[in-house]
T-cell receptor
């Protein structure tokens, strides 16, 4: 079973910041938070991941709470092409590539 | 730099047949994982190959088997196809040796079983 809880769906206006929450209250100390997104019928696209500190890359920012029990993915200026299902996943990252356990994700719709 | 590639893109089979799907990992990667995604669901882990051996396996029957070749490419084989095997099959590659083992996905193979 997935170890994360996400809202089923969210809407955001084009040009605004999209903030996607994720609850992972049972996360272990050696587990990272990963975010992927999947545009209809395509393979999941890696977005970002983090352990404790906030992270930023060209696609998004990841804010992890101090107790690590929840996180927020931020798309700073959402465009119509950001409409997708977003998956928050926790997994260990040691002793090789651990499997990804996907939940239902959040269906984000960007509205013009 | 080529990403993960999969072939074929689409495939139609009938019940009872066998199918082979192929995956070429991202350049420099040494590990391949396979996932099955039924319509409306998140991807489900099938198994993972590293150094030509199956390292991890999800809750899938023995009808699902795989192979990894010396060039790190991989095949997924499914025998005795059932209607319920209709799904998008995803391959993801990663690099264990380097410590940065983020998995990158290919575009998938859409399998339809009639």
């Amino acid at each position: 079973d997935a170890k994360t809880t996400q809202p089923t769906s969210m809407d955001c206006a084009e040009g605004r910041a999209a903030n996607l929450p994720c609850n992972h209250s049972t996360i272990s100390g050696n587990e990272y938070v990963y975010w992927y997104r999947q545009i209809h019928s395509q393979g999941p696209q890696y977005i970002i991941h983090g352990l404790k500190n906030n992270e930023t890359n060209e696609m998004a920012s990841l804010i992890i709470t101090e107790d690590r029990k929840s996180s927020t993915l931020i798309l700073p200026h959402a465009t119509l092409r950001d409409t997708a299902v977003y998956y928050c996943i926790v997994r260990a990252s040691f002793q090789g590539a651990q499997k990804l356990v996907f939940g239902q994700g959040t269906r984000l719709t960007i509205n013009p | 730099d080529a990403g993960v590639t999969q072939s074929p893109t689409h495939l139609i089979k009938t019940r009872g047949q066998q199918v082979t799907l192929r995956c070429s990992p991202k350049s420099g990667h040494d590990t391949v994982s396979w996932y099955q995604q039924a319509l409306g669901q998140g991807p489900q882990f099938i198994f993972q190959y590293y150094e030509e051996e199956e390292r991890q396996r999800g809750n899938f029957p023995d009808r699902f088997s795989g192979h990894q070749f010396p060039n790190y490419s991989s095949e997924l084989n499914v025998n005795a196809l059932l209607l319920g095997d209709s799904a998008l099959y995803l391959c993801a590659s990663s690099l264990i040796a380097g410590g940065e083992d983020t998995q990158y996905f290919g575009p998938g193979t859409r399998l339809t079983v009639l």
